[in-house]
């Protein structure tokens, strides 16, 4: 008997319903105080946690104790407009080009003449403008969609796959300037240093383009390791090509001193200085000196700053800070624009890692790093399987519900482990794991249709997305969609 009211009052005080300390019982009080602790210390992280999302600091607690610790999850409004105010900035730059390229052709005493011989270059950067319009029309797309679904961690997944295009977009827009400005300084050397040689400025040319090419091939295609790496190198180019720039524009103003035109040289060269973009780059420094000179990158109010002149500004700093948080482009992406604009010789110091305070300001960190891990699933191992999120043999769907052009189904895999893959496929049986109720193609098709049938309407492509991150979340499956193939 007296073990059964032992029995009878634990299941109270487990399921809650004793509401006072019974004193024939020697454990209850000890049981009872317990679970007042327990209560008051989960009351307290409850109000900690409300003060948290009020801005209200609070003591320091260990990481262990709260959930995602030293992570800041990125807000996927602030993160599409991040990469707007990105794609906006690129698009003006291409605009100022394509107004330019066209004057530089109908020039005749400039690159138009010569019977046209060096309208081969303008057109090279003309050919260039159709697949950088291409990446910025993809990218915008995807912003937008992005924006219209209700899922957060959606449309964040949205926003990353904007990431190889905006990168393209940006470093190929830089290269492209570049080139324009080789374009103009050619001009000025045809009209007013016919000293120089017309054979020797097309070869100077066509070097320079040689030089440029694979880089810009290399964007041009929009796989994600080719940009990432092409987009990182950019400042070794970039230098390379300012020493191209200078040492044509150095020749030219020799060969116009020997001439007897000094004025006119000392006039050249402060044209060259009005027109080039290239002006913003740092003068080499002297042979004695070692490349690696005295210069840092500091942050300041006005952005990054480089001895007192502003290289970036802040708010270009914020909007690639938002960018790489939400992981849409990477850090060492983002320190090679940098290095782009602080001049030749940050661009001497590739190699070397960015200033503390300038990655941190990018918002750097152990997170953000994981989140640009590709290429080989393991050392030595072959790379993940691609996941097709939409079923792949269900393609007409899924086309029939907004799936095409650059929101194919295509662009919707993302890379999982081979055990993974395996075990939301059913095993490694394809056809046993069919069978299976929560086999992913499976009970994906099953959901959707339910949906379908429930709201008498044939579903939209963000409805679509919707349904499928919740499963995405409960299958484990990250949202870090890549480009995949038709089986």
């Known amino acids: 008997m007296r073990a059964k009211v032992v029995v009878w009052c634990l299941a109270l005080l487990v399921m809650g319903c004793a509401g006072v300390e019974t004193s024939t019982r020697s454990g209850g009080a000890r049981v009872l105080r317990q679970r007042a602790s327990v ?9 900690t946690a409300e003060k948290r999302g009020r801005g209200v600091v609070t003591a320091a607690r260990p990481a262990d104790e709260v959930e995602g610790f030293g992570r800041e999850k990125p807000d996927a409004t602030l993160s599409r407009l991040a990469v707007l105010d990105a794609l906006n900035e690129v698009k003006g730059s291409l605009d100022g080009i394509t107004h330019g390229l066209p004057t530089l052709t109908a020039n005749t005493r400039g690159l138009g003449g010569s019977d046209g011989v060096f309208t081969r270059y303008a057109d090279y950067g003309s050919s260039q403008l159709p697949w950088l319009r291409g990446a910025l029309v993809n990218a915008t797309t995807l912003a937008e969609a992005a924006g219209a679904v209700s899922d957060a961690d959606m449309s964040l997944g949205l926003l ?10 940006m470093s190929g827009a830089t290269l492209l300037a570049a080139w324009v400005d080789f374009l103009r300084l050619a001009e000025v050397v045809r009209q007013e240093c016919p000293y120089y040689g017309m054979e020797r400025l097309f070869v100077d040319l066509d070097r320079v383009q040689r030089r440029m090419a694979p880089a810009m091939k290399a964007l041009a295609s929009m796989e994600p390791g080719q940009v990432e790496a092409t987009a990182t190198a950019m400042p070794e180019l970039m230098g390379q090509l300012t020493r191209e720039f200078q040492s044509i524009q150095d020749g030219a103003r020799v060969a116009m001193e020997r001439a007897g035109r000094v004025i006119a040289a000392a006039q050249f060269l402060e044209m060259l200085t009005m027109v080039s973009t290239l002006k913003v780059m740092l003068p080499r420094p002297p042979p004695a000196a070692p490349v690696t000179l005295g210069v840092g990158l500091v ?25 790489v948080r939400a992981g849409v482009i990477s850090v060492p ?12 010789v940050m661009m001497a110091q590739a190699h070397r890692d960015l200033p503390k305070g300038v990655r941190d300001a990018l918002g750097d960190g152990p997170e953000v790093r994981g989140m640009h891990e590709t290429g080989r699933a393991g050392a030595g191992m072959s790379d993940a399987p691609k996941h097709h999120v939409l079923p792949d043999e269900h393609r007409a769907w899924f086309e029939k519900r907004g799936f095409t052009g650059d929101m194919n189904i295509d662009q919707f895999c993302v890379r999982l482990e081979q055990a993974h893959h395996e075990a939301i496929h059913g095993g490694g049986n394809w056809r046993l794991g069919r069978t299976w109720p929560g086999e992913w193609n499976r009970m994906i098709m099953g959901e959707l249709r339910r949906s379908e049938a429930v709201v008498g309407r044939r579903l939209t492509r963000n409805d679509v997305l919707d349904i499928v991150a919740e499963r995405m979340k409960l299958y484990d499956i990250p949202m870090k969609f890549t480009q995949g193939g038709s089986r």
Do not use: N
């Not at 209560?39 to 109000?47: D, F, K, L, P, V």
């Not at 942050?299 to 960018?323: C, D, H, I, K, P």
């Not at 992406?333 to 030749?344: K, W």
């Open 39 to 47: 209560s008051e210390a989960s009351s307290e992280r409850q109000r």
């Open 160 to 169: 990353r796959m904007t990431g190889p295009r905006l990168q393209a977009a």
């Open 299 to 323: 942050m300041g109010s006005g952005g990054v700053m480089m001895g007192s002149r502003v290289v970036v500004s802040a708010e270009w700093v914020e909007t690639m800070r938002r960018l």
């Open 333 to 344: 992406v983002v320190s090679a624009a940098v290095r782009i604009h602080a001049g030749q």
